[in-house]
């Protein structure tokens, strides 16, 4: 059974920055494509960064610069780490990835950026 396990947000003043984490079990982080959503207050969740298997990160064009996706292979954790945060950073972020067909998603850790 895959499960995701997010941490790591929380409260910051603008410019600041945060580690979020993601635990996966269930699968092999470094054998997967990992995404990173952000799902802010009202509007859409949107995919903010990946990582394939091959290591290839991508990036959303208002976090690149900013944000770094990482994979640690011995915790089986990919991690976000966000830098320069703005207010529009504001919201839940999400761990997702597709395995057999189906999509599986963590809790979600709240991130909240103050001005």
């Known amino acids: 059974q895959v499960q995701l396990v997010e941490s790591g947000g929380g409260l910051v003043q603008a410019g600041g920055s945060l580690r979020l984490s993601c635990a996966a079990s269930?699968?092999?982080?470094?054998?997967?494509?990992m995404d990173w959503y952000q799902q802010a207050p009202g509007k859409q969740r949107e995919l903010v960064a990946s990582?394939?298997?091959?290591?290839?990160?991508n990036y959303a064009d208002s976090v690149k610069g900013r944000f770094t996706i990482s994979r640690d292979n011995a915790w089986n954790t990919v991690y976000l780490q966000m830098n320069s945060l703005k207010p529009e950073d504001t919201g839940v972020y999400l761990c997702?990835?597709?395995?057999?067909?189906?999509?599986?998603w963590g809790q979600g850790t709240q991130v909240t950026v103050s001005s």
């Open positions: 997702n990835t597709v395995r057999g067909g189906y999509s599986y």
């Open positions: 269930g699968i092999i982080v470094s054998a997967n494509h």
């Open positions: 990582i394939t298997s091959r290591g290839i990160t």
